[in-house]
Structures are given as C-alpha cells and as structure tokens.
C-alpha cells in the first residue's frame, strides 16, 4: 500500500512536466536588429592624360618604383606594400582644359604637394611624381622611398622622359642691328605658374621638361620692350624672339 501511494506521487509530479511534451514552446521575440557595416573596399585613384587617353593608378618616380593613391586617402608603396594614410588626390583644369593632379599629404616640411606629369618610356606612356613647392615646380621627377613607415622624397635633375623643350634664341633690335642677347628671362606657363630660365651669352635658352600645347611664353630684360606670346608645342619647339628697345622717357 505505501508502494502504491508514493508511486501515484511520483507519477503525479511528473504529470505537469510532461504535458509540455510534444508541443511547441513560446514563440521568442527577437530583440531590435541592427545594421551590419560592411566596409567599402579601397578603390584606386586613376589619374588621365587627356592628350593620349592613357588611364593608370601607377605614378613611378625616379627609380620607376611604383606608388598609388587609394580612395581611403592611403598613399601605398607597392614595394612592400606599406600604406601611408594621410593623402588626398586633387585635380584642377588648365586654361588649355588638361587635367591636372595634384597628391596633398606630408611630402614635404615646406608643405609642397606631389604634382603628377605625364611622360613617354620605350614607347610607353605613364605618370610620373614631380613636386611643387608651392607655384615652383623645377618638373623633374623625384625619388621616392618609404624607410620606418615614413616619406623620404629626394628631388633629382631627371625630367620625365618624352616631355618636350622649347628653345631659341633672343636678340635685340639695335642701332647697329640685331645682336645677340644675355641675360634675358624667358618664361612659359605652366600649371602651377611659370617654368623660366635666362639666356646665355649666345642669346640661347632652353626650358625642360614642358607640356604639349597651347602657352604663353613672356620675355623680359631690361632696356627692352616686354613680350607675352601664345606659342603652340607639339614636342620640342624651336621659338626665336627679336626683342625691341624701350624708348626713352
């Protein structure tokens, strides 16, 4: 008799337990979700030359090592792969309707920008780093290296290969007839101002390192009437100048 009551006690305890058995529990209400952020992929930045069409992320430097700009503001030395952050492509339009590019970042202390230009290698067009160092750029190509995860930019006397000079001579008018001028500076503008040099004791110049297309070009020197003149290049130019001298006051 007590076997049979405390099993009926037993079973009477597990009745409730397993009448949930075979059905489904409580639906369970999710909490608020939240949006995933899934970071976009850096993309390359494409530079253009819009004289021959050629599109690149590559800009080589004076040892044609490779360096490229990502759209997450990331300058990256392709060597190793070291990703500086900290730089910005911009770009502006001549009054010719070229694009210009400029890299903004910690080049320089003196605050100078990376200036992209265009040049021509075995018969292949690429982009090249140049710096400007504020409206004065010399338009040679720099040398590049990344040493301890920082810049190290060293300017060098190498032009872009392909890219064109412009040339001549300057003589004045005189009385005794045309002769052959010193001293005079001759200037062609460029994007970030004007690239000039003076000339010899032959009257001869050259400036390196231009654009194809379509400048002024001023000469001035003293005792002499100034001249601004639109010149087209279309690869090295030969432009001879005739100064006349300035009338007496």
Known sequence: ???????????????????????????????????VLIPTPASLVVFVDDVTGLETSDLHDAQNQI???SSHAELIWTANGTRLPGYRVTSHRFHDGRRYYFVEGKICEAGCAFEVRFGTEDGERR???????????PGTVVDVEVIGGALQVT???????????????????????????EGVQVGRAVSTGWRSTRTDRNGFYAIRGLIDG???????????EKQTTAVVMAGDTRFDIELTEAPFD
């Open 155 to 181: 300017q060098t006397d190498v032009y872009p290969p392909g890219t064109p000079t412009l040339s001549g001579v300057v003589t004045g008018t005189t009385a005794r007839g045309p002769v052959a001028l």
């Open 1 to 35: 008799m007590w076997k049979s009551a405390k099993t009926a006690t037993l079973l009477l305890t597990l009745l409730p337990a397993l009448a949930g058995c075979g059905q489904s529990s409580s639906p369970v209400v999710p909490s608020e979700s939240r949006p």
């Open 127 to 137: 982009a090249y780093l140049t710096v400007d160092y504020g409206h004065d750029n």
């Open 214 to 224: 379509n400048s002024p070009v001023y000469i001035a020197k003293d005792g002499y």
């Open 67 to 69: 360096i490229q700009v």
